[in-house]
Nanobody, 126 residues
Framework: QVQLVESGGGSEQAGGSLRLSCAVS????????MGWFRQSPGKEREFVAT????????YYADSVKGRFTISRDDANNTVYLQMNSLKPEDTALYYC???????????????????WGQGTQVTVSS
């Protein structure tokens, strides 16, 4: 069973930065498209960013475009989310997810992912 473990969450003031990490177990990480999602209380889990296998394609939600950057380190089975210029509305539980389908295009729907982590909390105060 593939396991995903997020880390790096915490509390930050508006305008600050945080870097989330997601470590993925197993030997097939290089073939996975990876994504980040987030969920606030009372809201559905929403797409944040994705990076395809090979790392040549990234895609972002409009709400984070220009502020967040997704990247991956295939040698260490890890995907990152660098979050800059944080806003209070970025407060949420952040999840990473893995898609083993080797799709060519960006994967932005929850149903497109096969494996999920437990989440890491990000709280941004004004």
């Amino acid at each position: 069973q593939v396991q995903l473990v997020e880390s790096g969450g915490g509390s930050e003031q508006a305008g600050g930065s945080l870097r989330l990490s997601c470590a993925v177990s197993g030997r097939n990480f290089v073939t996975y498209t990876m994504g980040w999602f987030r969920q606030s209380p009372g809201k559905e889990r929403e797409f944040v960013a994705t990076i395809n296998w090979g790392g040549g394609l990234t895609y972002y939600a409009d709400s984070v475009k220009g502020r967040f950057t997704i990247s991956r380190d295939d040698a260490n089975n890890t995907v990152y989310l660098q979050m800059n210029s944080l806003k209070p509305e970025d407060t949420a539980l952040y999840y990473c997810a893995a898609d083993r389908g080797r799709r060519k295009g960006p994967v932005t729907s929850r149903s497109g992912y096969d494996y999920w982590g437990q989440g890491t909390q990000v709280t941004v105060s004004s």
